[in-house]
């Protein structure tokens, strides 16, 4: 029963995820003054939002530092609550965050960065 919860939250967790590359996009698409600045925004944001987490945040991700990866969680979520704000969104913004806060606590051991193990050369092959 707790595994059904915590896939639960992970899909919470994802969906938040989702959400926060589009705020991101849709902040992007209403910034800017011309249209090239609007799609530079709206193209640019979640994209370079999406390369950071999966650098730092993403359960595989390249680089595992725990600090690194809570790091880029704050500084996306927190981008996609201002972008949201930003277009005149408060209450999605609040949203986005609560959901991003349970789903990253709540989810446990389904979440987490993966542990990593030594590899020999041998085993490898």
């Known amino acids: 029963m707790a595994q059904g919860w915590q896939w639960m939250w992970a899909g919470v ?3 938040a995820e989702l959400a926060a590359l589009a705020a991101l996009g849709h902040w992007g698409a209403t910034a800017g003054d011309s249209t090239a600045t609007r799609w530079l925004f709206a193209l ?3 994209l370079v939002a999406a390369l950071l987490w999966g650098l730092f945040a993403a359960p595989q991700a390249v680089v595992q530092v725990a600090v690194l ?3 880029t969680k ?4 927190g981008a996609a609550a201002a972008a949201l704000l930003a277009t005149g969104s408060p209450r999605l913004a609040v949203l986005l ?3 991003a806060v349970l789903g990253s ?3 446990g051991p ?3 960065q993966a542990p990593v193990s030594a590899v020999s050369a ?3 092959r």
């Open 13 to 15: 967790a994802f969906a």
């Open 122 to 124: 041998a085993a490898a």
């Open 69 to 71: 990866a809570v790091l």
């Open 97 to 99: 965050v609560v959901a």
């Open 44 to 46: 640019g944001a979640p």
């Open 74 to 77: 704050v500084v996306v979520f």
């Open 110 to 112: 389904l979440t987490s």
């Open 105 to 107: 606590l709540l989810s």
